[in-house]
């Protein structure tokens, strides 16, 4: 009786927390801005028209590019978009330590994570990270990046 006393309290604790513990770690982004983004380096630009694309990551990122092996965690780079010669935001992608157990296996991007901010360098609360972790997911040969042979190639 006993026995089944306990089963039954763990099977509804597990029912409570649960879907609490899911969600919570679900909704949870780790990318934040860098600190020390004055150190960044501009290495590609893609000019669409009306709009531009800036790539940014710190030197020795770049330099750890040209070596092959993959980018360690801690990693950041910053992707500012400009609409009508109006710099408007800042896409950034983080890598950690198994952040990518937070996420879906169907969803991950490696221990990428993605999220975009303002020009106040607060997040942006409107925009969808799932958005840009399914389209970098097509980038998965190249750890998940779209911009990695312009790394490579930059000269300081
Ligand atoms: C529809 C596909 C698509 C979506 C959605 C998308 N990206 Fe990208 N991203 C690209 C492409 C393509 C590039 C390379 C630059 C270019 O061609 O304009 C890029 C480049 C980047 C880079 C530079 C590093 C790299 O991957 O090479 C960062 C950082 C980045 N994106 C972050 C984000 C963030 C954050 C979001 C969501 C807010 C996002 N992206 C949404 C396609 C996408």
């Known amino acids: 009786m006993l026995f089944t006393r306990i089963i039954f309290i763990i099977t509804i ?4 927390i649960l879907p ?9 982004n780790r990318a ?5 983004f004055d150190k960044f380096v501009r290495y ?3 000019d669409w028209g009306s709009s531009r694309e800036e790539a940014f990551a710190l030197p020795e990122t770049i330099e750890l590019s040209k070596s092959g092996k993959p980018l360690p965690p801690g990693t950041r780079l910053v992707l500012g978009i400009w609409k009508s010669d109006k710099l408007t935001s800042y896409f950034v992608m983080h890598k950690g330590i ?6 879906s296996e169907d969803k991950r991007t490696g221990d990428w994570r993605f999220q ?3 020009l106040d360098k607060q997040v942006n609360r409107s925009a969808f990270a799932e958005r840009c972790e399914s389209c970098h997911q097509s980038q ?5 990046m779209f911009t990695i042979d312009r ?4 000269l300081p």
Request: proline share 3%; charged share 25%.
């Open 32 to 36: 934040t801005f860098p600190e020390d």
């Open 20 to 28: 609490f513990g899911l969600g919570a770690r679900a909704d949870t």
């Open 140 to 144: 998965a040969s190249n750890d998940y």
């Open 44 to 46: 590609a630009t893609y």
């Open 151 to 154: 790394m490579r190639e930059y």
């Open 116 to 118: 975009e901010f303002g």
């Open 13 to 16: 604790s597990l029912t409570i």
């Open 98 to 103: 198994d952040w990518g157990l937070d996420v």
